[in-house]
């Protein structure tokens, strides 16, 4: 039985650990799994052992263990991970998976923008906007707020945008304040980029106070983000990346003349488009710069080519979408924003997507394909190269016989038993081999009359 895990960080004021409980208990309602439990990493109960033994005893065989933390830091890197494989040492036959932070994605900006409107405060040329985070030593905190920043920076594109932190990095936010005091700007506005209320959003409160004296500007603070339903929906994806890898269901598609896209425009998309284009797909390439192949392939009108950085627009309507690009970002954004109705595949990262390219062997109309759902991509390749040496070439002018005996059998006057007989004898050995057994077998199914049509193939 699957178990989910929420860990949220804990806080000393009371006020926090009680929105964080509620914002979970929210999000539990949205999965169907009947053991799900909360925690916090510290300062506040149940701790992670605790909860952690709970769904061991309401019967767990798996866990799956989500950080509710806004950015990837040392808290869910090393903290949360030491504390979870001491527990999986505790319970070695529970199987358990771990999940991502919330991260960065065009879902937390738009949060960030509702945070300026619901202050009813125009955001004018003239505005500076901080965007305030915890802070840490972990250089990747710094990198997502950054990032973070710099897709605000895209939304309110004539707006100065300053990221700064509460502790342990600069510039600090003390630095920050004094930076508006001494800028021209008539307006600041301050948006926590903290999940909960704390200390750490009072200390934000203390710091506009002491500078709101001097009165040379108007600080205008925003809320923090608190519970939002896109945050409640990244946790939910969170949970679909470390179980949604294990419950995939093969099928074969049919892709003729749908819009297919492959986000980058290297060799490794190009090996994708060449499978794309046999099955009859319209393909797209989205790139602000392409590989040779691509540009023949462009150069031969087989493909379409947009050569500019990919926007959600650029595949609003595609059926399938392929992301084959080296940005963590750009993987992460295309995932995040494809509608659910979509096939998507993160060639970089198995546990993104909802669907995985397997390593195929074609012989005619036989197709095999082997997927290890993203475990060993390498293995599934030496299995697809194995497995051509027991279905040989051969086996395409099998195929082909096996298909006009179908269809001779399933068109003719026979009865349900008798066809059921006569498929099952078509697939013995003695046909695999001898050309002078197939068409002895064809011409038992049709009128002697007919028997000249039979082909030899």
Same mark, same amino acid.
């Not at 304040?177 to 009072?202: D, H, K």
């Not at 462009?298 to 059926?319: N, R, S, W």
């Not at 006057?413 to 001898?434: A, H, W």
């Given at each position: 039985?699957?178990?989910i895990?929420?860990?949220?960080?804990?806080?000393?004021?009371?006020?926090?650990?009680?929105?964080?409980?509620?914002?979970?208990?929210?999000?539990?309602?949205?999965?169907p799994?009947?053991?799900?439990?909360?925690?916090?990493?510290?300062?506040?109960?149940p701790t992670?052992?605790?909860?952690?033994?709970?769904?061991?005893?309401?019967?767990?065989?798996?866990?799956?263990?989500?950080?509710?933390?806004?950015?990837?830091?040392?808290?869910?890197?090393?903290?949360?991970?030491?504390?979870?494989?001491?527990?999986k040492?505790?319970?070695?036959a529970?199987d358990?998976?771990?999940?991502r932070?919330?991260?960065?994605?065009?879902?937390?900006?738009d949060?960030?923008?509702?945070?300026?409107?619901?202050?009813n405060?125009?955001?004018?040329?003239?505005?500076?906007?901080?965007?305030?985070?915890?802070?840490?030593?972990?250089?990747?905190?710094?990198?997502?707020?950054?990032?973070?920043?710099?897709?605000?920076?895209?939304?309110?594109p004539?707006?100065?945008?300053?990221e700064?932190?509460?502790?342990?990095?600069?510039?600090?936010?003390?630095?920050?304040?004094?930076?508006a005091?001494?800028?021209?700007?008539?307006?600041?506005?301050?948006?926590?980029?903290?999940?909960? /209320?704390?200390?750490?959003?009072?200390?934000?409160?203390?710091?506009?106070?002491?500078?709101?004296?001097?009165?040379?500007?108007?600080?205008?603070?925003?809320?923090?983000?608190?519970?939002?339903?896109?945050?409640?929906?990244?946790?939910?994806?969170?949970?679909?990346?470390?179980?949604?890898?294990e419950?995939?269901?093969?099928?074969?598609?049919?892709?003729?003349?749908?819009?297919?896209?492959?986000?980058?425009?290297?060799?490794?998309?190009?090996?994708?488009?060449?499978?794309?284009?046999?099955?009859?797909?319209?393909? /797209?390439?989205?790139?602000?710069?392409?590989?040779?192949? =691509?540009?023949?392939?462009e150069?031969?009108?087989?493909?379409?080519?947009?050569?500019?950085?990919?926007?959600?627009?650029?595949?609003?309507?595609? =059926?399938?979408?392929?992301?084959?690009?080296?940005?963590?970002?750009?993987?992460?954004?295309?995932?995040e924003?494809?509608?659910?109705?979509?096939?998507?595949?993160?060639?970089?990262?198995?546990?993104?997507?909802?669907?995985?390219?397997?390593?195929?062997?074609?012989?005619?109309m036989?197709?095999?394909s082997?997927? /290890?759902?993203?475990?060993?991509?390498t293995?599934?390749?030496?299995?697809?190269?194995?497995?051509?040496k027991?279905?040989?070439?051969?086996?395409e002018?099998?195929?082909?016989?096996?298909?006009?005996?179908?269809?001779?059998?399933?068109?003719?006057?026979?009865?349900?038993?008798?066809?059921?007989?006569?498929?099952?004898?078509?697939?013995?050995?003695?046909?695999?081999?001898?050309?002078?057994?197939?068409?002895?077998?064809?011409?038992?199914?049709?009128?002697?009359?007919?028997?000249?049509?039979?082909?030899?193939?």
């Amino acid at each position: 039985m699957e178990a989910i895990l929420y860990i949220c960080h804990g806080s000393r004021v009371k006020e926090a650990s009680a929105q964080a409980i509620d914002f979970i208990k929210v999000c539990m309602q949205a999965q169907p799994n009947s053991i799900q439990e909360y925690c916090f990493l510290e300062l506040e109960t149940p701790t992670i052992e605790e909860a952690y033994e709970r769904c061991v005893q309401k019967g767990a065989t798996r866990i799956i263990a989500i950080p509710v933390l806004l950015l990837t830091a040392v808290h869910a890197k090393h903290d949360i991970p030491v504390i979870l494989n001491k527990m999986k040492e505790r319970y070695p036959a529970v199987d358990l998976k771990y999940g991502r932070p919330i991260g960065v994605s065009d879902k937390m900006v738009d949060i960030l923008v509702e945070r300026l409107e619901e202050t009813n405060v125009r955001v004018t040329e003239d505005s500076l906007v901080l965007l305030v985070g915890r802070g840490s030593s972990d250089p990747d905190v710094k990198r997502d707020l950054s990032r973070l920043a710099d897709l605000l920076r895209n939304r309110l594109p004539k707006i100065r945008v300053q990221e700064c932190y509460l502790t342990a990095a600069t510039p600090s936010f003390g630095e920050a304040l004094e930076f508006a005091e001494e800028s021209r700007t008539n307006q600041v506005f301050i948006i926590p980029y903290l999940l909960f /209320t704390g200390l750490l959003m009072q200390s934000i409160e203390n710091g506009i106070k002491k500078i709101q004296k001097k009165g040379k500007q108007k600080f205008i603070l925003c809320r923090y983000l608190g519970y939002h339903p896109k945050i409640e929906k990244a946790i939910s994806e969170r949970i679909h990346e470390v179980s949604g890898g294990e419950l995939m269901y093969p099928i074969t598609l049919n892709i003729e003349n749908r819009k297919c896209i492959i986000i980058g425009g290297g060799k490794i998309g190009y090996f994708k488009a060449g499978p794309l284009l046999e099955a009859g797909a319209e393909v /797209t390439v989205v790139s602000p710069e392409i590989c040779t192949g =691509f540009q023949l392939l462009e150069k031969e009108g087989k493909i379409q080519v947009l050569l500019k950085e990919v926007e959600e627009t650029d595949y609003k309507d595609a =059926f399938l979408i392929i992301v084959a690009t080296n940005s963590t970002e750009v993987n992460e954004r295309v995932y995040e924003n494809a509608s659910k109705s979509q096939l998507v595949n993160v060639i970089s990262n198995h546990e993104l997507g909802n669907f995985h390219i397997p390593a195929t062997l074609n012989r005619g109309m036989l197709s095999i394909s082997v997927s /290890t759902n993203g475990a060993s991509p390498t293995l599934a390749k030496k299995i697809r190269n194995d497995l051509g040496k027991v279905y040989d070439e051969s086996y395409e002018e099998y195929l082909e016989f096996l298909f006009e005996a179908r269809m001779i059998i399933k068109n003719g006057s026979f009865s349900k038993e008798e066809k059921s007989k006569l498929l099952k004898d078509s697939i013995e050995d003695i046909y695999k081999y001898s050309l002078k057994e197939r068409y002895r077998f064809l011409a038992r199914l049709l009128p002697v009359e007919t028997e000249e049509n039979i082909s030899l193939g």
